[in-house]
């Protein structure tokens, strides 16, 4: 898909604002105008100037914002207990009875150099699927060929597996039982979305050659039946000018666009459906930029679903800000916040949705800048809060590196060199600190003084217990290795441990 290798291709995702024009009902368009790439612009100076930029829409009515200098600041907790559902997010780990698995890799399981530090897995290559009980004891459960994210739904183990096949390399998911048993395989593609009371997985299942079309799948894991959930009438449509992507599942709830593209503009259809439900289209967002636009990050907060509606371009794929578009789940009072390139030079693709009783607010990094009498700026805040329902911006000094950090991931990482875990376990806006200084929890391997630099990044991280699990990875990077700008990155070392929280030093699990 055009949007994820975009999204793959994104150098910097950090500060940014919006451009939209929107209005109507259900059957409502957005027309998005030709204008230079982001990374092209010059920035205004004048404060004044880019606020008035900044628009509000709600019923097709569009008006300037409000701007209130009412700082909305966040609330800080070490109370742990609001992490008890946040195992649910890194799917690297499952859990059943007190035992969390993992697969356990090898220094031959990935490809020994990466671009930007991202390594291929290798295919074919054994690993073990492992589990740990809350004692610290690790046992065996079977082998393994697969990698990557996978799924303990009902009694079996939900897995994709990377492999070569005459086209290249090709992922196929499958599932075993608990003892690595009773293989089942479900064909070439890979695993979206789960709803574990449901017993349900959301599927993108590929033709069988290359260039066939690709199908969304509802993978009913008690009947081991998998069915298409796509609109019967589009099947056909698929082709290179038009498309269906998943946008999310979320509460017995699937959403789909459909991208159309031809010589004049590009469409792109919105369409909700309850897992077994009627399809129903819920907007219709029209652009006739260069660049293709999308919707991303969709979420959902009762009926209300938000979304952004954006793209990329330049020849970095440079992220060109967007709209930021809520709307009911029926296609009705549709509301959107409108802006252009800020003093920012590059807009974020994601923000974060906080409920306060049965106000939305959306939290979005942007720059807010308060100037006192004279134009001079006295404050400058990086995140902006968008009041849905009354249309006004407020600063905030809420972390902004939390909003893109937390997207898919409950734990994520203070942005500097103290390694400090934090949390966003719901929608109150609580930041809950998990644990500080996360480097001191292990003994860090020394930095090579030749020329390559040498530090740990602390990736897949995972609360359950009481215990926090986490990889410390160390890459070197060296100029003579690289090709280009772009390479020079290597694998150096891999480590798995355990942590409890509350105490000082990690249990490491394994090594690679």
């Known amino acids: 898909m055009e949007k994820r290798i975009a999204s793959v291709l994104i150098l910097a995702a950090v500060m940014g604002a919006m451009l939209v024009s929107f209005g109507g009902e259900q059957e409502q368009e957005m027309v998005q105008e030709e204008d230079e790439p982001f990374e092209n612009q010059v920035p205004t100076e004048s404060e004044e100037i880019w606020k008035t930029w900044v628009k509000v829409e709600m019923e097709g009515k569009k008006a300037p914002a409000v701007y209130c200098d009412e700082v909305m600041n966040p609330e800080y907790t070490n109370d742990l207990s609001l992490l008890e559902e946040s195992y649910k997010t890194d799917h690297h780990y499952a859990c059943r009875d007190g035992r969390v698995y993992y697969r356990q890799y090898h220094e031959d399981s990935f490809e020994e150099a990466g671009l930007w530090a991202s390594y291929d897995p290798v295919p074919g290559t054994e690993k073990e699927i492992v589990c740990v009980d809350r004692d610290g004891v690790v046992t065996e459960v079977f082998l393994d060929n697969g990698y990557g994210e996978f799924y303990l739904i009902g009694d079996r183990f939900y897995m994709t597996e990377f492999r070569e096949c005459d086209s290249g390399r090709e992922r196929v998911i499958y599932s075993v039982d608990m003892e690595g048993r009773d293989r089942i395989d479900y064909g070439r593609g890979e695993i979206l979305a789960a709803d574990e009371e449901r017993n349900i997985l959301i599927v993108e299942k590929y033709g069988e050659e290359v260039g066939d079309a690709h199908d969304y799948c509802l993978l009913d894991c008690g009947r081991e039946v998998c069915m298409s959930i796509l609109p019967e009438e589009y099947h056909a449509e698929e082709a290179e000018r038009r498309y269906w992507d998943f946008e999310a599942y979320q509460d017995g709830w699937i959403y789909l666009s459909y991208f159309m593209r031809d010589e004049t503009e590009k469409r792109t259809e919105l369409y909700a459906a309850p897992v077994g439900g009627e399809w129903n289209k819920v907007i219709t967002l029209t652009s006739n930029r260069s660049y293709s636009e ?131 376990p ?73 942590l409890k929280l509350g105490e000082d030093k990690a249990e490491l699990l394994y090594a690679y």
């Open 426 to 498: 719901d929608r109150t806006g609580t930041i809950v600190n998990v644990a500080a200084h996360l480097e001191d929890s292990i003994e860090v391997l020394p930095i090579d003084s030749g020329g390559i630099k040498s530090n740990p990044q602390f990736k897949e991280l995972y609360y359950k217990d009481g215990y926090l699990y986490f990889e410390a990875e160390y890459n070197v990077w060296s100029h003579e290795d690289s090709i280009g700008w772009r390479d020079g990155y290597r694998r150096e070392r891999t480590e798995h441990y355990r």
């Open 294 to 424: 999308y919707i991303i990050q969709l979420e959902a907060v009762g009926d209300r679903l938000f979304f952004l509606f954006g793209g990329w371009d330049g020849s970095a794929q440079v992220y060109q800000g967007g709209s930021m578009i809520t709307v009911k789940r029926d296609g009705t009072d549709c509301r959107s916040l409108q802006n252009v390139s800020s003093n920012d030079r590059y807009p974020s693709s994601h923000y974060y949705l906080r409920q306060d009783g049965e106000k939305i607010l959306v939290y979005y990094p942007c720059s807010y800048r308060i100037t006192g009498p004279d134009g001079e700026e006295e404050e400058h805040y990086w995140v902006t809060v968008w009041d849905m329902d009354t249309g006004t911006l407020y600063p905030s000094t809420f972390p902004a590196f939390a909003i893109a950090d937390t997207y898919g991931n409950d734990l994520f990482m203070e942005d500097n060199d103290q390694n400090n875990v934090l949390a966003l």
